[in-house]
């Protein structure tokens, strides 16, 4: 979500005459965009800061502005002290940044961190930083109405707002007009997306439908809503990536519950049948947290025996951070000590290692379609690119080159990666 906010906040700069530079000792503006899901988050751009007052002592005039959740969160923290801060924005005022530089210009601080119950960034297009040239983020709505016990996201984001599905097709098209060749439409809960008469499968279906060169992934799915009629459509288009990220943050029910994520593992697995029953050719991905509120031994296996179940491609796993203002905070105590939930993320990560090694070794022998996103980090003669399935897949180069549709011989692989070779 990050990243597609920072490519609006360079379209507004833009508009108002500003040039974008990617080296920092070239700016005369640097705006810090950040993220307050977890306190390691918050820790990094306390020591940036740090080092922007170090740049700001060489260069005198030079405006530092905290832009996004952060900003949100602890807008007086920020601007108040010797923080170097001149500008604080919540997510929802960038349209604002403009006015806000002119008033640090003017000698004073820049501050807005209003939220918006309309604003989608709708018609402003973002300038692309992901330099690939292939693949793009859709921002499809903001803010989140989930209030999982856990997170900070509704109360630095906002309530959820769909953005005009109009907008969205017309920015995948001009994507696809420029030679890009996959975009993932984002937000929390894509699910609950709705805007008029379209709901998230229509959407889908309507973005798909631009060109069959175009592919199409979304994230996130709440397992609340992930509704057949989205399956179904998934089934239905070949440029629809089959790959779905589903988080279940935990396999135990007692702990789904306190968490306020409104299903539980039997509903959480049916759904998963449900993707293998209509998309047998789907990986699906998750989010876990270890060491939430109480969590005991047994609930902890309990998340052990669901990886277990579904067999996940890949994951994203979190010790909990306690973030202050969330209901777990408000109402649980943090009382799994930090070195039982290193202890506990660690034997998740490694049983997911093992399940990605698995996942992985499936695809050996097959002959899967893959879009070049360029070079392979590893060496000037290898490319990289995805298959439908999201795996990363490095083969040797021929004449091929970035936005190529290949197919490709799977060979090998590691727990990360796929290797092969193209079969034509
Ligand atoms: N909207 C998405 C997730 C957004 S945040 C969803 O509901 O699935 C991405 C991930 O960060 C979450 O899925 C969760 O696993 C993790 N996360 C959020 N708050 C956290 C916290 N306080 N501590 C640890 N992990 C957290
Ligand atoms: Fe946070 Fe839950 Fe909303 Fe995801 S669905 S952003 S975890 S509140």
């Known amino acids: 979500m990050n990243a597609g906010d920072s490519e609006i906040v360079v379209s507004i700069m833009q508009q108002e005459g500003y ?110 930083l992901d330099k690939n040239g292939v693949s793009a983020f859709i921002a499809i709505m903001r803010g989140c109405n989930n209030y ?49 008469d379209f709901g998230f499968p229509e959407l889908l279906a309507a973005v798909a439908e631009i060109s069959p060169l175009l592919r199409v992934r979304f994230a996130t799915s709440h397992p609340k809503d992930i509704s057949d009629q989205l399956l179904k459509t998934m089934a239905q288009y070949d440029n629809i990536c089959k790959s779905i990220h589903l988080p279940a943050q935990s396999g135990s029910n007692d702990m789904l519950k306190k968490m306020n994520r409104k299903y539980t593992r039997e509903w959480y697995l049916e759904r998963v049948a449900a993707i293998k029953h209509f998309l047998p050719d789907c990986t699906i991905t998750t989010d876990l947290i270890s060491g939430f509120c109480g969590e005991t031994l047994e609930d902890h296996s309990q998340t052990i025996s669901l990886m277990q179940e579904v067999g996940y491609a890949s994951a ?11 209901f777990s905070a408000r109402h649980f105590a943090d009382d799994i000590d930090e070195v039982e939930k290193t202890r506990r993320l660690n034997e998740v ?38 298959t439908s399935q999201n795996k990363m897949v490095v083969f040797d180069k021929k004449d091929y080159k970035a936005g190529d549709y290949v197919m490709v011989k799977i060979t090998g692989c590691s727990s990360a990666t796929l290797f092969g070779e193209a079969t034509e």
Do not use: H
């Open 148 to 196: 999982c016990a856990y997170c900070v996201v509704p109360y630095t984001r906002g309530i959820e707002r769909s953005r005009d599905p109009q907008t969205i097709i017309d920015e995948a098209k001009t994507l696809f007009e420029n030679g890009y060749r996959e975009v993932t439409l984002l937000g929390q809960n894509v699910n609950s997306y709705s805007f008029g």
């Open 19 to 128: 040039r974008y530079t990617e080296r920092i000792e070239e700016a005369d503006i640097i705006l810090i965009n950040t993220c307050s899901i977890r306190d390691n988050a918050e820790q990094r751009i306390w020591g940036r800061l740090s080092e922007m007052r170090r740049l700001k002592k060489q260069k005198p005039g030079l405006i530092v502005g905290v832009i996004g959740c952060m900003a949100e969160r602890l807008k007086e923290q920020l601007i108040e002290g010797n923080t170097g801060v001149d500008i604080v924005a919540g997510p929802d005022s960038y349209r604002t940044l403009p006015q806000l530089v002119q008033s640090v210009e003017e000698g004073g601080k820049g501050i807005n961190v209003e939220l918006s119950k309309e604003e989608t960034y709708a018609e402003i297009a973002p300038v692309r």
């Open 316 to 326: 994203f796993m979190f010790k909990y951070s306690e973030r202050p203002g969330t």
């Open 349 to 386: 990560i490694a049983l997911q290692n093992k399940l990605s090694i698995v996942s992985n070794q499936a695809e050996v022998g097959k002959i899967r379609e893959v879009l070049v996103e360029g070079t392979s980090k590893r060496s000037e003669e290898q490319l990289c690119g995805r």
